[in-house]
């Protein structure tokens, strides 16, 4: 790798690096540890292909969908993990609601199986069609579909406080609602 090459590598990692880590930290349910994983992963994939790669911070987002993909096919027997119940809401006017609501979304994605987990992810942080999360999972735009219907129907009965539980799972409430824990 010549030296121009390298720079904007670190340059970019340097301005990605958060981003992308959040995205990973979702896509993980919120385990530090195998973010920080598979960002680096990512990273290191990308750095093999550099010279070839267009748009870098798809490619290393692409990248990090398939090998989180990869990691909970091969676990399917896979842990629980175990969080802390959020604090009660005192109803005080105190600016601590966006940080609740990011509490409690984080701790309903986290008891998500991995598939639904990744797929609202896809759906709702990243804002990605229908199309762009069946092509970026290798599945169909109906996987996607029902997987998002079952995902918020579940998520619904996890964190009932994220919206009325009688709301359709595409009505825009629910989207808002997991934008709105975006960090």
């Given at each position: 790798m010549n030296p121009q090459d390298h720079e904007r590598f670190r340059d970019f990692v340097?301005?990605?690096?958060s981003a992308l880590l959040?995205?990973?930290n979702l896509l993980t349910g919120g385990d530090r540890h195998?973010?920080?994983d598979l960002v680096q992963i990512?990273?290191?994939?990308?750095?093999?292909?550099?010279?070839?790669?267009?748009?870098?911070e798809g490619y290393v987002r692409k990248v990090m969908y398939r090998h989180q993909i990869s990691r909970w096919r091969l676990r399917r027997p896979h842990r629980e993990?175990?969080?802390?119940?959020?604090?009660?809401?005192?109803?005080?006017?105190?600016g601590t609601s966006a940080a609740d609501l990011r509490i409690t979304v984080s701790?309903?994605?986290?008891?998500?199986?991995?598939?639904?987990?990744?797929?609202?992810?896809?759906?709702?942080?990243?804002?990605?069609?229908?199309?762009?999360?069946?092509?970026a999972l290798g599945c169909s735009v109906?996987?996607?579909?029902?997987?998002?219907?079952?995902?918020?129907?579940?998520?619904?009965?996890l964190a009932p406080e994220l919206g009325l539980p009688g709301q359709n799972a595409t009505t825009a409430p629910h989207a808002m609602s997991l934008k709105g824990a975006r960090t």
């Open positions: 340097d301005a990605r690096w959040r995205l990973a195998e973010a920080e990512a990273l290191l994939k990308a750095l093999g292909r550099w010279r070839h790669i267009e748009d870098p993990p175990t969080f802390a119940t959020p604090p009660e809401r005192l109803g005080v006017a105190d701790g309903a994605l986290a008891r998500l199986t991995p598939r639904q987990r990744t797929v609202l992810v896809l759906r709702y942080f990243e804002d990605l069609s229908e199309t762009e999360v069946a092509a109906g996987t996607v579909r029902s997987t998002t219907h079952r995902s918020l129907a579940r998520l619904r009965t």
